[in-house]
Each structure stands twice: as structure tokens, then as C-alpha cells.
């Protein structure tokens, strides 16, 4: 299993709102392509894939807030 998980995002941000998902579960997802748009009260981010993979699951709504380093979004890497 992979975790896609919330970046630093510059100091003294603590945590993002999660704007939308570009994805659903069962979704197959490329090497860097952006998975998910979350939004601070200083700017909009895409975070990608570290590599391709199926998304299993997605850890949080959109609208609630993630800290920084929680998962985002829990994917199998391709062909495991």
C-alpha cells in the first residue's frame, strides 16, 4: 500500500482543507499526476502521486481539514 500524504506547505502552516479529489476510489492514477486540491489560507496545491497505482481509498471529505503528513489519499501500487 501507498500514502499520498499532505506536504509541508511553507512555514507555519499547520493543515489544508481538502478542496477536491481529481480521482475516486478504483481509479487508476499515473506517476505525477495531481490527485488531490487542497487549499490553506495563503494559497491553492495539487498534490500528485509519487507513482502510478489504483486508489483504494480516500482518508478524508472534501471540506475537512487534513494536518500536514496525514494521508490523503491510500493507493496500491501498480501491478502489486
Not at 27 to 35: F, L
Not at 61 to 68: L, N, Q, S, V, W
Amino acid at each position: 500500500m501507498l500514502e499520498i500524504c499532505l506536504p509541508e506547505l511553507g512555514e507555519g502552516i499547520e493543515e489544508a482543507t481538502i478542496a477536491c479529489y481529481h480521482f475516486a476510489e478504483g481509479d487508476s492514477v499515473q506517476a505525477d499526476e495531481d490527485v488531490v486540491e487542497v487549499v490553506t489560507d495563503k494559497a491553492t496545491f495539487n498534490v500528485p502521486a509519487d507513482q502510478a497505482g489504483k486508489i483504494s481509498r480516500l482518508c478524508f471529505k472534501e471540506g475537512d481539514k487534513a494536518p500536514i503528513g496525514a494521508p490523503l489519499v491510500i493507493m496500491e501500487a501498480s501491478g502489486a
